[in-house]
């Protein structure tokens, strides 16, 4: 993480502050035994906040039995959780909307938040999570780093904005490359400088990510994470993709079948539309639901027939995966052999430029004894969900992974910093073990864990005079963790680093 960067950014002058009332609201919901008479007069001292929060509480989008006339009363019918949620949730549009520039893309910067934040309320409650506040307001905060990030570095930040263009996705890959720093990051850090509490600062920190959430948080994340989902199928192009996206999530993470997932899609679309008007957001033009379901669902028939006709006719795909070099017969990853020709182009292009380039190897443990529980179909299933897992997490920062032996995985990652490979080394470790307890091996019942380890070159330094030498660290930095036990990560530190 590029300290002087994120310091600039943290200091900005122009960075958004929220309201006095908002500052108070935090201190109060914290307390064990808030009083909700002092609660209600703290916001009620801003009579435009107290104005917005009951004509929400009284819209459509929350559906009371009967009017309120008073914060007090909406306390009492709503909760404190809600009642707060909405008060931060309109201080940071304003604290936000105060910016007024005309180069930053708000339009979609709020469509994603407005989407995302009303999709993640919606999973929570139909997942039956007590955190549906939170969520919601988890979704309007998680791109706030984004917002930091322009106001600390300005065109240079549009400049990365504009190369990321519509694949969202890829933003975090483009911050890390050309600042070393990612906004998820530096919304959390703001966050934390507001002085939320940890409930609505994990969802910005891992909104990207969401299996690496700490466990006491996943749901929480992950409702936020399907949500971005959600804003994806309702409102880009292409919709069959990201619809089967949001399905396989929805089922994997809340066991959700099809038609929730359907029906989801329509009560997002709609409330999304009560609420940006509520909150005076433009979001551009509504969606089709039923027009995006049915072009999803004819581009997903015309891929299966696609896939059928292709095996009658040589299975193209499947002579990919199986009888290429370059992909692993079984997961669909990288062959070692493809994984160095990429690996020997990035060091040259990190060396020439002075940037980093950081490797993590993956290898899971007791991997002979989950054959012997298991079966080799069980080891099989394990080795594609890992596979699928990290493949995820390299796309995600711009890298490539390969299946480098029989149970070991080898990311490698440009732009990473030796800070930023630790980091990423933890969260395979703790969301590994965390997303296998959903995946169905069979006479397995406890979660896979894994022996990480990272190393790196730096920018400046020259520990390692080619690729090979850096796989090795990072490959001994894995068997160092699995020697004291496994589940656990170690780091290669070169000595001319120290």
């Known amino acids: 993480m590029n300290q002087e960067l994120l310091e600039q950014v943290l200091n900005c002058p122009s960075l958004p502050t929220l309201p006095a009332v908002a500052v108070r609201v935090i201190e109060l919901t914290q307390k064990p035994n808030v009083s909700m008479d002092e609660l209600a007069a703290t916001i009620q001292n801003d009579q435009g906040l107290a104005a917005k929060i009951l004509k ?263 002579s990919l995966l199986s009888d290429s070099d370059d992909a692993d017969a079984l997961t669909g990853v990288c062959t070692p052999k493809a994984i160095l020709l990429l690996a020997e182009t990035a060091f040259t292009a990190a060396q020439s430029a002075r940037k980093s380039l950081s490797v993590i190897v993956a290898t899971l443990d007791a991997f002979p004894a989950l054959i012997a529980r298991g079966g080799q179909d069980a080891a099989d299933a394990a080795l594609v969900e890992t596979a699928s897992h990290l493949q995820e997490l390299a796309e995600l920062l711009g890298g490539s992974i390969s299946r480098w032996d029989n149970a070991t995985f080898c990311l490698i990652l440009p732009g990473i910093d030796r800070a930023e490979a630790i980091r990423t080394a933890g969260e395979i470790r703790t969301s590994l073990a965390s997303q296998s307890e959903n995946w169905s091996l069979p006479n397995i019942s406890t979660p896979c864990t894994a022996s990480v380890g990272a190393a790196c070159m730096q920018g400046k330094d020259r520990a390692f005079s080619n690729v090979n030498q850096l796989i090795t660290a990072a490959a001994r930095a894995a068997e160092a963790a699995a020697a004291t036990g496994g589940n656990c990560v170690r780091t290669f530190i070169p000595r001319l680093a120290a």
């Not at 906004?183 to 299996?211: N, Q, S, Y």
Request: proline share 4%.
């Open 56 to 318: 929400t509480v009284n819209s459509s989008f929350y559906g009371v039995r009967r009017p309120c006339s008073t914060i007090n009363q909406a306390i009492v019918m709503l909760g404190t959780s809600a009642v707060k949620s909405l008060a931060l949730s309109f201080s940071l549009v304003t604290a936000v909307a105060a910016d007024g520039s005309s180069e930053f893309d708000y339009l979609s910067y709020w469509r994603r938040g407005m989407y995302t934040a009303v999709a993640a309320k919606s999973i929570a409650h139909e997942a039956g999570l007590a955190t549906e506040d939170e969520a919601l307001l988890g979704g309007l905060l998680q791109d706030i780093g984004m917002v930091g990030l322009f106001h600390g570095l300005q065109r240079r930040y549009l400049h990365i904005m504009l190369e990321a263009g519509d694949d969202h996705r890829s933003l975090v890959r483009h911050e890390l490359a050309a600042f070393e720093l990612q906004h998820p990051d530096v919304g959390a850090l703001m966050c934390e400088k507001w002085k939320l509490p940890p409930e609505l600062i994990m969802p910005v920190r891992f909104h990207e990510r969401p299996t690496a959430a700490p466990d006491e948080h996943a749901k929480l994340v992950r409702a936020v994470g399907l949500g971005n989902i959600a804003h994806d199928c309702l409102t880009l192009a292409n919709p069959g993709p990201n619809i089967q996206r949001f399905k396989d999530r929805a089922r994997q993470w809340f066991e959700f079948d099809a038609d929730t997932c359907n029906t989801l899609l329509r009560q997002i679309e709609e409330s999304t539309r009560q609420l940006s008007a509520l909150f005076h957001i433009q979001i551009g033009a509504p969606a089709d639901v039923e027009s995006i379901l049915q072009q999803a669902q004819e581009q997903l028939e015309a891929l299966s027939h696609e896939e059928v006709r292709e095996s009658a006719h040589g299975a193209r795909l499947g």
